[in-house]
T-cell receptor, first 113, second 112 residues
Framework: KAGVTQTPRYLIKTRGQQVTLSCSPI?????VSWYQQTPGQGLQFLFE???????NKGNFPGRFSGRQFSNSRSEMNVSTLELGDSALYLC????????????FGPGTRLLVL | QKEVEQDPGPLSVPEGAIVSLNCTYS??????FMWYRQYSRKGPELLMY????GNKEDGRFTAQVDKSSKYISLFIRDSQPSDSATYLC????????????FGDGTTLTVKP
């Protein structure tokens, strides 16, 4: 079975721009979660989607948004980029909604200049 | 206070050493725990999970949970340079704070 895939793998943007990241979960997984990982903050939860609905949202500003499509693929968007948004953005999928183990993609490394 | 706290490290050991990685948790309701391994510039990969009732062994890796002290451990026997990575412990939950709660990770270096 193919793992979680994320595109693009690397991205360089400038302040004020916006960016869209994509995640394809493992086949059959309907839950997709997004995390931001930085050296100082560790893994921080952004949001979770299940069956095209955002179910949970972390403590991030409204500049961070996401969506999920009917095939469970998910995108996250960050508008008006700030320098502090530079991070590794990780997508994780799991089989069922409640407490199942998550499987991570390789991440998208975003650098904001 | 974070629900899962992890020894920050870094930890450096010689090849062949036994490594002990540790976490503590605060929520007695956690039913099982996961260990993820993350190589530099890669996403975390699930290494193993164990239920709160006992231990689990997988090759050179053993995960142990002590419910009385709320302590989670991962032991690596005969450590290899390829084990050099950051190890994250995690517990599942399904709240508006996320599907899982993660420790901040311990960076391990195994020197040849």
């Amino acid at each position: 079975k193919a793992g979680v895939t994320q595109t693009p793998r690397y991205l360089i943007k400038t302040r004020g721009q916006q960016v869209t990241l994509s995640c394809s979960p493992i086949s059959g997984h309907r839950s997709v979660s997004w995390y931001q990982q930085t050296p100082g903050q560790g893994l921080q939860f952004l949001f979770e989607y299940f069956s095209e609905t955002q179910r949970n949202k972390g403590n991030f500003p409204g500049r961070f948004s996401g969506r999920q499509f009917s095939n469970s693929r998910s995108e996250m968007n960050v508008s008006t980029l700030e320098l502090g948004d530079s991070a590794l953005y990780l997508c994780a999928s799991s089989l069922e909604a409640m407490g199942e183990t998550q499987y991570f993609g390789p991440g998208t490394r975003l650098l904001v200049l | 206070q974070k629900e899962v706290e992890q020894d920050p490290g870094p930890l450096s050991v010689p090849e062949g050493a036994i490594v002990s990685l540790n976490c503590t948790y605060s929520n007695s309701a956690f039913q099982y725990f996961m260990w993820y391994r993350q190589y530099s510039r890669k996403g975390p990969e699930l290494l193993m999970y164990t239920y709160s009732s006992g231990n689990k062994e997988d090759g050179r890796f053993t995960a142990q949970v002590d419910k009385s002290s709320k302590y989670i451990s991962l032991f690596i026997r005969d450590s290899q340079p390829s084990d050099s990575a950051t190890y994250l412990c995690a517990a599942p939950r399904n709240t508006n704070a996320g599907k899982s709660t993660f420790g901040d990770g311990t960076t391990l270096t195994v020197k040849p």
